[in-house]
């Protein structure tokens, strides 16, 4: 299994707080969740050059464990910000960096 990041955007309807629980809960138990965490302010670097902006679209993210990339898709269901319509992105994690 390979690791892999959804990237939580804010693009959507309102999600419920409450949902998260169940949500994350439902990956713990099935030996898919590797973590994950609310984002907040921040800014870009650039060791020359002025930086790229902030990206204030991605409000969070979640790390599971999945075997392909249609795999991390089924993780999707239940997703409090896919299941209000929002955006998730996901993102392979590699290993050799």
Known sequence: MADY????????GEERAADW??????LASAGRL?????V?????Y????????VSKHITGFVCIA?????????????????E???TVEIRLLPEDV
């Open 5 to 12: 990041i959804l990237l939580m955007h804010d693009d959507g």
């Open 34 to 38: 590797r973590g994950g965490s609310a």
């Open 21 to 26: 629980e169940a949500y994350l809960d439902g």
């Open 46 to 53: 650039r060791k020359v050059g002025a930086p790229g902006p």
């Open 40 to 44: 907040g302010e921040g800014a870009c």
């Open 84 to 86: 209000a319509g929002g």
């Open 66 to 82: 999945a075997d392909s990339l249609a795999d991390a898709e089924t993780c999707l269901a239940g997703n409090p910000i896919y």
